[in-house]
Nanobody
Framework: QVQLVESGGGLVQAGGSLRLSCSASARTFSSYGMGWFRQAPGKEREWVGG????????RYADSVKGRFTISRDNAQNTVYLQMNSLKPEDTAVYYC????????????????????WGQGTQVTVSS
């Protein structure tokens, strides 16, 4: 069982930056691929990006590529989402999620492939 807790959300102006953190309770954190998702009001939850268990690979949705960066510190059981050049359309609740990386051996991008979820943190970007 893996418990995930996000933090770092808040209100920021367009063009600004935020860094979200996700702390995990997993005993072998490096065994889990991690992803970030977001959900805006009235919209489907969408995948933002993911990172492999050892942190060597990352992949991003086109909508955030070049602006967002995912990293992880396996010694601290934490994954990060650095968000730069934020836009009003980035406003959403952001969730981190985990899956056993060995099941697929690659970064997955649909919500049904992720087994564990955090409670979410609100990010609001004002124009």
């Amino acid at each position: 069982q893996v418990q995930l807790v996000e933090s770092g959300g808040g209100l920021v102006q367009a063009g600004g930056s935020l860094r979200l953190s996700c702390s995990a309770s997993a005993r072998t954190f490096s065994s889990y691929g991690m992803g970030w998702f977001r959900q805006a009001p009235g919209k489907e939850r969408e995948w933002v990006g993911g990172i492999s268990g050892n942190g060597g690979s990352t992949r991003y949705a086109d909508s955030v590529k070049g602006r967002f960066t995912i990293s992880r510190d396996n010694a601290q059981n934490t994954v990060y989402l650095q968000m730069n050049s934020l836009k009003p359309e980035d406003t959403a609740v952001y969730y981190c999620a985990a899956y056993f990386y060995g099941r697929y051996g690659l970064i997955v991008d649909t919500r049904y492939e992720y087994e564990y979820w955090g409670q979410g943190t609100q990010v609001t970007v004002s124009s």
